[in-house]
């Protein structure tokens, strides 16, 4: 059990286009979820917290006009990028815990903007 | 404020040479601590929980410990398949996220 899902795995896209990335847990309601971005060699950076139902909380230095994340249900979250541009190329990670002990970590979307 | 620290940054064993990797971590109540492995280019994968000083978990040829201050990784002779980037993650009492170190990348030569 815990599976966390991410969708799309892989995508390139052109400068100043929006790009959503969906997280599911597959087989569980998770009571919050995180979303990380992860720089080539180093470790996981938060960007935001989410909870079913409510406003997403930043990271000091995380524009939330840039990344808008929603969190619809309790098996799904989407992050947002809008408007990208290169420097936003990274490597997304989104996870989701049931009981606030363990997190459970997706698969991770690279995303690259040309 | 919650902190985690990691060391080595990186370690290269032989297959078969045990070694122990370092979380130190200062924290306002330790709610978890928490070890993930992840592989180049994947999402992290959960290794184990450790709630309280003292408490020890083991998973093939890992075991993990904790103390007040710090846990450890024990790995038993190990493969080439267990080479990866090594998390060490807490959750205090107060507050809803969690606080991960930088890792330590093993590398386990054949």
């Known amino acids: 059990g815990a599976v966390v899902s991410q969708h799309p795995s892989r995508v390139i896209c052109k400068s100043g286009t929006s790009v959503k990335i969906e997280c599911r847990s597959l087989d569980f309601q998770a009571t919050t979820m995180f979303w990380y971005r992860q720089f080539p060699k180093q470790s996981l950076m938060l960007m935001a917290t989410?909870?079913?139902?409510?406003?997403?909380?930043?990271e000091q230095g995380v524009e939330k006009d840039k990344f808008l994340i929603n969190h619809a249900s309790l098996t799904l979250s989407t992050l947002t990028v809008t408007s990208a541009h290169p420097e936003d190329s990274s490597f997304y990670i989104c996870s989701a815990t049931r009981d606030f002990d363990e997190q459970f970590f997706g698969p991770g979307t690279r995303l690259t903007v040309l | 404020e919650d902190q985690v620290t990691q060391s080595p940054e990186a370690l290269r064993l032989q297959e078969g040479e045990s070694s122990s990797l370092n979380c130190s971590y200062t924290v306002s109540g330790l709610r978890g601590l928490f070890w993930y492995r992840q592989d180049p280019g994947k999402g992290p994968e959960f290794l184990f929980t450790?709630?309280?000083a003292g408490e020890e978990k083991e998973k093939e040829r890992l075991k993990a410990t904790l103390t007040k201050k710090e846990s450890f990784l024990h790995i038993t002779a190990p493969k080439p398949e267990d080479s990866a980037t090594y998390l060490c993650a807490v959750h205090g009492n107060y507050g809803q996220n969690f606080v991960f170190g930088p890792g330590t990348r093993l590398s386990v030569l054949p």
């Open positions: 450790l709630y309280s």
């Open positions: 989410s909870n079913e139902g409510s406003k997403a909380t930043y």
